[in-house]
């Protein structure tokens, strides 16, 4: 079972409370919870592929470290970027080896 998610709550409840709400009751507290249709790990693994394609970095360093806790490889990450950078730009994928060489290290 996942921790619960206050991330939304801590960095932007005062300013946009819905926002925070949404964040760490639905998406994390609903959604990733649901392990029996899809493992965190799996859900992981999507995370990372549509936050690299996207170029959404800042969002990818937390997903990264969270695709380590769920099991997934130096290895596997290594492969997943490669294979990424074919599809989604080399740029893409040279930023999110940089932040997962530091995580994987």
Do not use: C
Request: glycine residues 6%; without cysteine; charged residues 25%.
């Amino acid at each position: 079972m996942m921790e619960k998610q206050t991330a939304g709550r801590d960095l932007l409840g005062d300013f946009a409370p819905k926002f925070a709400e949404l964040n760490d009751d639905v998406l994390f507290g609903q959604v990733w919870s649901r392990e029996s249709q899809l493992s965190p790990r799996d859900r992981s693994f999507l995370t990372i592929v549509a936050l690299t394609t996207k170029g959404s970095f800042t969002q990818l360093e937390y997903h990264l470290k969270k695709a380590k806790e769920n099991g997934i490889t130096k290895e596997e990450i290594s492969e997943i970027l490669t294979q990424l950078a074919f599809y989604v730009g080399w740029p893409n994928a040279w930023s999110a080896f940089n932040l997962a060489k530091e995580i994987w290290k």
